[in-house]
Nanobody, 118 residues
Framework: QVQLVESGGGLVQSGGSLRLSCAAS????????MGWYRQAPGKERELVAT????TTYADFVKGRFTISRDNANTLYLQMNNLKPEDTAVYYC???????????????WGQGTQVTVSS
């Protein structure tokens, strides 16, 4: 199977910055796309940004967050000018082609907590 492990979350004051990382490992033939989602208490999980050759961003984070990916199948999210409304658990997602299989599957990490104080 495939494992996604997030790190880099924590407590930061409004206007501060954090960099999240997501390391993908396991029976990976290739990764088609990766992305970051977040879920605040009492709210639905929402898309933050995706990386699939090109990058996309949710309107609320555009201009503040930057998604990137390296050759070791690690996904990053640089978050600048953080706001209290950014407080959420951030989840990594990957669409993966499994080694020796023809199908693609989505995998989720366990999440990392980001808390922004006012």
């Amino acid at each position: 199977q495939v494992q996604l492990v997030e790190s880099g979350g924590g407590l930061v004051q409004s206007g501060g910055s954090l960099r999240l990382s997501c390391a993908a490992s396991g029976n990976i033939f290739s990764i088609n796309a990766m992305g970051w989602y977040r879920q605040a208490p009492g709210k639905e999980r929402e898309l933050v940004a995706t990386s699939a050759g090109t990058t996309t961003y949710a309107d609320f984070v555009k201009g503040r967050f930057t998604i990137s990916r390296d050759n070791a199948n690690t996904l990053y999210l640089q978050m600048n000018n953080l706001k209290p409304e950014d407080t959420a658990v951030y989840y990594c997602n990957a669409n993966v082609r499994i080694a020796y299989m023809s199908n693609n599957k989505n995998y989720w990490g366990q999440g990392t907590q980001v808390t922004v104080s006012s």
